[in-house]
């Protein structure tokens, strides 16, 4: 029972990994893209199943299928972590459909869609906001009237958790060291990004609130703001809440400030004098120094600052620029560890420096199967 099936699926997408988790060699990777967009092609998720398991035919076997693990956008205050998956969590993961109106449907069909096609291989629910559980009150409670608190679900949850799960740990492989002996600050920068404040192997805040438009500037995501300027809009547009907040997610942040989702492209325009593009990486690496400031007095010592995803990962640029100037706070940079390419887990500060400063590469699904495969034993 080696192989692990991995399901990540967006509104009108599937991405899937098949695992080998003797050798934690990836056996197939894949995508179904436009599901529900154009008629005839894939209509829905489930459809998008059977696409998926012709496309592993041959590679898949099923009499070595230990699992299906399911990455799930919102589990709320309900799920701490991952969940072998049964009538009644499908239905827990359905009432938490209005704090992720896009997400969770799309989880769920995928879901039912794998229940049917393994009906006898264990499925497992990987929360994206189960590593946040852990955010003391303080943290996670919004100045709100009770009722929003306590019947319509309003507080930070946070997201990316897999993601710094896994980063935080391998960070702290990096550093020699448990996980339960160091600090860190993990800073996910991909189309999304969060900021998390790990203490001891815990989340105790993120950047990311009761949806994942809170925080940093993202791709196409504005992050903080303040949240009148909301009805403003809409006083002085005729916009509604709606489509304030579509435009606050999907046409905002990068896209919006330097005409670009995309931060390669965005790094070109800056680089040949675009006024805009230089704003936007300004104040994107602005935004996230603000955070480490914030988390550095949350967490009173930290060991470390990782830097992940697309963004973390390749751009020298973001990774400087998010920590210039905090030298007298023991973080700095070294420009030719920072300027090196590599795909590994590395140092990127000086020797001298009290704080390490480190790039983790993210691997959700790994982290997704190992999860799933602890669960079933
Ligand atoms: P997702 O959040 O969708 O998982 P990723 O973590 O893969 O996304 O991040 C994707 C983003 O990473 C891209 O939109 C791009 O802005 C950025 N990116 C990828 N490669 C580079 C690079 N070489 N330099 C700068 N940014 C990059």
Same mark, same amino acid.
């Given at each position: 029972?080696?192989?692990?099936?991995?399901l990540?699926?967006?509104?009108?997408?599937?991405?899937?990994?098949?695992?080998?988790?003797?050798?934690?060699?990836?056996? #197939?990777?894949?995508?179904?893209?436009?599901?529900?967009?154009?008629?005839?092609?894939?209509?829905?998720?489930?459809?998008?199943?059977?696409?998926?398991?012709?496309?592993?035919?041959?590679?898949?076997?099923?009499?070595?299928?230990?699992?299906?693990?399911?990455?799930?956008?919102?589990?709320?205050?309900?799920f701490?972590?991952?969940?072998l998956?049964?009538d009644?969590v499908?239905?827990?993961?359905?009432?938490?459909?209005?704090?992720?109106?896009?997400?969770?449907?799309?989880?769920?069909?995928?879901?039912?869609?794998?229940? #049917?096609?393994?009906?006898?291989?264990?499925?497992?629910?990987?929360?994206?906001?189960?590593?946040?559980?852990?955010?003391p009150?303080?943290?996670?409670?919004?100045?709100?009237?009770?009722?929003?608190?306590?019947?319509?679900?309003?507080?930070?949850?946070?997201?990316?958790?897999?993601?710094?799960?896994?980063?935080?740990?391998?960070?702290a492989e990096?550093?020699?060291?448990?996980?339960?002996?160091?600090?860190?600050?993990?800073?996910?920068?991909?189309?999304?990004?969060?900021?998390?404040?790990?203490?001891q192997?815990?989340?105790?805040?993120?950047?990311?609130?009761?949806?994942?438009?809170?925080?940093?500037?993202?791709?196409?995501?504005?992050?903080d703001?303040?949240?009148?300027i909301?009805?403003?809009?809409?006083?002085?547009?005729?916009?509604?809440?709606?489509?304030?907040d579509?435009?606050?997610?999907?046409?905002?942040?990068?896209?919006?400030?330097?005409?670009?989702?995309?931060?390669?492209?965005?790094?070109?325009?800056?680089?040949?004098?675009?006024?805009g593009?230089?704003?936007?990486?300004?104040?994107?690496?602005?935004?996230?120094?603000?955070?480490?400031?914030?988390?550095?007095?949350?967490?009173?010592?930290?060991? #470390?600052?990782?830097?992940?995803?697309?963004?973390?990962?390749?751009?020298?640029?973001?990774?400087?620029?998010?920590? #210039?100037?905090?030298e007298h706070l023991?973080?700095?940079?070294?420009?030719?560890?920072?300027?090196?390419?590599?795909?590994?887990?590395?140092?990127?500060?000086?020797f001298?420096?009290?704080?390490?400063?480190?790039?983790?590469?993210?691997?959700?699904?790994?982290?997704?199967?190992?999860?799933?495969?602890?669960?079933?034993?």
């Amino acid at each position: 029972m080696n192989q692990v099936l991995v399901l990540n699926s967006g509104s009108s997408s599937i991405k899937y990994q098949l695992l080998d988790m003797a050798d934690r060699s990836r056996l #197939a990777v894949g995508h179904v893209e436009r599901i529900g967009e154009s008629a005839g092609a894939v209509p829905d998720h489930a459809a998008g199943m059977q696409v998926v398991l012709r496309e592993l035919e041959g590679r898949l076997d099923r009499s070595v299928l230990a699992a299906v693990g399911h990455r799930v956008v919102h589990g709320g205050d309900r799920f701490h972590g991952p969940t072998l998956i049964d009538d009644e969590v499908c239905a827990a993961i359905k009432e938490l459909i209005p704090l992720a109106p896009l997400h969770n449907p799309a989880n769920l069909t995928l879901i039912d869609a794998a229940r #049917a096609a393994f009906p006898d291989v264990p499925q497992v629910a990987v929360f994206d906001t189960a590593f946040h559980q852990t955010l003391p009150p303080p943290a996670h409670t919004y100045a709100v009237p009770a009722a929003w608190r306590e019947e319509l679900g309003v507080r930070r949850y946070g997201f990316h958790g897999t993601s710094h799960q896994y980063v935080s740990r391998r960070a702290a492989e990096l550093l020699g060291r448990r996980p339960e002996e160091v600090n860190m600050i993990v800073l996910h920068l991909g189309n999304g990004a969060s900021a998390c404040a790990v203490r001891q192997g815990k989340s105790v805040d993120t950047s990311m609130g009761m949806t994942p438009l809170e925080g940093l500037i993202m791709g196409t995501r504005s992050g903080d703001l303040d949240p009148a300027i909301t009805a403003y809009i809409a006083r002085r547009t005729g916009q509604s809440a709606e489509q304030t907040d579509e435009v606050l997610n999907k046409a905002s942040g990068m896209q919006a400030l330097g005409g670009s989702n995309d931060m390669r492209d965005i790094a070109t325009a800056a680089a040949g004098g675009d006024p805009g593009a230089t704003l936007a990486l300004d104040a994107y690496c602005y935004r996230i120094r603000k955070y480490i400031g914030a988390y550095l007095a949350v967490l009173g010592r930290i060991d #470390a600052v990782v830097f992940t995803a697309g963004v973390g990962e390749n751009d020298p640029d973001v990774r400087a620029g998010a920590v #210039a100037g905090l030298e007298h706070l023991g973080i700095a940079i070294s420009p030719k560890r920072n300027a090196a390419r590599s795909r590994e887990a590395r140092y990127i500060s000086p020797f001298w420096a009290a704080t390490a400063v480190l790039v983790v590469p993210t691997d959700e699904e790994i982290e997704i199967a190992d999860q799933a495969l602890a669960l079933v034993g």
